[in-house]
């Protein structure tokens, strides 16, 4: 028998303990990833900065479950995206199978004054959530700034919203609701912006800590707010 089962425990008790942890320690993320073709030249780097994140997931205890939303622009007719995975699902725990959806992301269409539909997609992407907690996190990469208004995205608790953007983007009025480490809403908290340029640039260490250090603080509270 496996050495991951204790013989003198009921076997149907140890595999709900299992089925329990899985799902306690289950870490959703949505990459919402601008598909337009302004995006070209920086592409192949945001592949490789999603492909670093879900490289160091693999460093920690926690079970991911991996979406892509892709950001259009709808005032030009071309409607955000939203990928499903293997059996019609928004989330994929094979990292494979996500990073060749991310790969094969058609680049068109955009607007002309550098503006796309940044607030619908990450609405999208939330809608996509099956449920509300601190172990829910998006990561927006975009060379845009939003097309509309700016809306509040209060209804699904996150743990954590990391932006590449322009500097434009960051001055925008973003309103999130997110969760503590100890199941509280956090008043204070706020999105995380990179700056998207230095994805065009060979990635120092620092920056590189930069991307996983919120990585890390959401995961020490993965397990709570599920």
């Known amino acids: 028998m496996n050495e991951r089962w204790n013989p ?5 008790i140890q595999e709900k303990f299992v089925r329990e942890k899985e799902q306690a320690f ?19 780097a945001v592949y490789y900065a999603a492909a670093h994140f879900l490289e160091c997931l693999q460093k ?15 005032k030009n007719g071309e409607e955000t995206e939203r990928i499903l995975f293997e059996n019609q699902n928004y989330f994929t725990g094979e990292i494979p199978v996500f990073l060749k959806k991310l790969k094969g992301i058609q680049l068109y269409g955009g607007g002309s ?11 999208r992407s939330l809608e996509k959530f099956p449920i509300s907690g601190r172990n829910r996190a998006i990561f927006v990469f975009t060379d845009a700034y ?15 919203v990391i932006f590449f953007s322009t500097e434009e983007m960051s001055e925008e ?18 999105p995380m912006f990179l700056d998207f340029e230095k994805l065009l640039k060979p990635m120092s260490t620092e920056f590189l800590d ?6 890390k603080d959401l995961m020490k509270g993965v397990s709570i707010g599920a």
């Open 60 to 74: 920690y205890e926690v079970y991911p479950q991996v979406g892509l939303t892709i950001i259009r622009n709808e």
């Open 210 to 215: 930069n991307i996983v250090k919120p990585l």
């Open 26 to 44: 289950t870490l959703y993320l949505d990459f919402v990833v601008d598909g337009t073709a302004s995006m070209y030249s920086v592409f192949p």
């Open 113 to 123: 004054d550098g503006k796309e539909s940044v607030h619908t997609a990450i609405a």
């Open 173 to 190: 009025d973003f309103r999130f609701c997110f969760i503590r480490a100890d199941g509280e809403l956090d008043e204070e908290a706020s």
């Open 8 to 12: 003198e425990i009921p076997l149907d």
């Open 146 to 160: 939003g097309s509309n208004d700016y809306e509040e995205y209060l209804d699904s608790p996150l743990g954590q």
